[in-house]
């Protein structure tokens, strides 16, 4: 167990709703970071949060965004839902060099 | 353009054999570089990380090696298990920002 958990573990969308993933994570730690894995891929990094604020975004639209909470949870909320947005979701917590995923959030849009 | 790459793709080894990954990366300023074991539609879990000045680190019967010069990294399992089927994930962190740079793996099926 690495002390990083999500929330739900899977869900199902359809096109065009919008979603709220959760993270909690492990004690201490004030950075978190979300990544979208497809399917066979290496996971793509959507942005990063420290002491909440955004510190840093990969190459996804702003229908994808996030908040990191004093307790320093996190969401993760994308509107609009497209089909290509269907897949695993990880987030990980970090406090120096040491990073800790969750089991991750599988997302699947119809 | 920072990129990480790793060979091969996929593997199928004989449980109790070794097998060697290879991570090709070019990732500028280097900080750090991770191994991660990743069973399907599970998160990564670390296996090990290098510094600039290690060249080689163990956990159990993981081995990662790392040339900073020619930017290659392997991980070597011994006595392979069942169990070590996954996916093993390179990951390259630029920096000290911890945005993390992923190879897209290699899927290692131990066969009995």
């Known amino acids: 167990e690495t002390g990083v958990t999500q929330s739900p573990t899977h869900l199902i969308k359809t096109r065009g709703q919008q979603v709220t993933l959760r993270c909690s994570s492990q004690s201490g730690h004030n950075t978190v970071s979300w990544y979208q894995q497809a399917l066979g891929q290496g996971p793509q990094f959507i942005f990063q949060?420290?002491?909440?604020?955004?510190?840093g975004r990969g190459n996804f639209p702003p229908r994808f965004s996030g908040l990191q909470f004093p307790n320093y949870s996190s969401e993760l909320n994308v509107n609009a839902l497209e089909l290509d947005d269907s897949a695993l979701y990880l987030c990980?917590?970090?406090?120096?060099?040491?990073?800790?995923f969750g089991q991750g959030t599988r997302l699947t849009v119809v | 353009k920072n990129q990480v790459e790793q060979s091969p793709q996929s593997l199928i080894i004989l449980e109790g054999k070794n097998c060697t990954l290879q991570c090709n990366y070019t990732v500028s300023p280097f900080s750090n570089l991770r191994w991660y074991k990743q069973d399907t539609g599970r998160g990564p879990v670390s296996l090990t990380i290098?510094?600039?000045?290690?060249n080689t680190k163990s956990n159990g019967r993981y081995t990662a090696t790392l040339d900073a010069d020619t930017k290659q990294s392997s991980l070597h399992i011994t006595a392979s298990q069942l169990s070590d089927s996954a996916s093993y994930i390179c990951?390259?962190?630029?920096?000290?920002?911890?945005?993390?740079?992923f190879g897209t793996g290699t899927r290692l099926t131990i066969i009995p």
């Open positions: 990951v390259v962190s630029a920096s000290l920002e911890e945005k993390l740079t």
């Open positions: 949060y420290y002491r909440e604020e955004e510190n």
């Open positions: 290098m510094t600039f000045s290690e």
């Open positions: 990980a917590s970090s406090f120096g060099m040491v990073a800790f």
